[in-house]
């Protein structure tokens, strides 16, 4: 049996305005509380848009919905002249429990480094904000069966400077950009393969007890008829959904698919 509570994070995108993002939430946890729904088996989040979190917020808190939310992204900065950024401080106001970093969009509609991950997931910890750091190779590195060498080189560089208390605070995703929105879903073994390998690289540069508590999270078309079998790798702690997670039907599932 595992020791790390498994994960199922929804990442809306750019998807749903505030009074959708309500609704779907509201849907969500009324699906879940009429399947008995344990949050405490599997932790439940949803990554809305920024305009979407205030509203969200009220939502939970006035109903008291064990349901988490996510930013998409974080600033690196704290405050000042960054027109357009939104602090990690500004999201821990919000109640944003964590925030995805360095999604393969954002690396490569918005050019950013490792280096930028590494400090973005540096200003979340400080605010309390747990990271779910994204990694993941393109097609063209997987099929030159590159992709273990090119991914771990990605979370070397997110978690460089970190202490194993700061990796110990952090979530990393797996997510093969091929496998991003495209329906084509990596099989449960090369999940797994890269799942253990990001497990055993921090086992070795960071801290053994920190890589065994690590939540590592697979994401690329999940949906809920191939959940399980996703999950069925041992090192594989939950799923970072898309497309799916914008429709109840498959992401209510995909939370409580034991
Ligand atoms: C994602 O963007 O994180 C993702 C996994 O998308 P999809 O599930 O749509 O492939």
Redesign the pocket.
Known sequence: DSPRTPLM?G?W?LNLDHLQAIDLVQKLAWTLKDAEHDYDLTEVVVAPTFTSLRSVQTLVDGDKLPIKYASQDVSSHASGAYTGEVSAEQLAKLGVSFA?IG???RREYHNETDELVNAKILAALGQGITPIL?VGEPLEVRQASEHVAYTLAQLDGALAGLSPEQVGGIVV?Y?PVW?????E?ATPDDAQEMAQAIRARVAETVDADVAAGLRILY?????ADNVKEIMAGADVDG???????LKVDQFAPIAGFR
């Open positions: 994070v990442n995108k995805i999604h393969s969009e994204c995703a997510e496998a991003i929105g495209t329906g879903v994401g690329g078309s999940v949906k799923a970072l959904v898309g497309g799916a997670s």
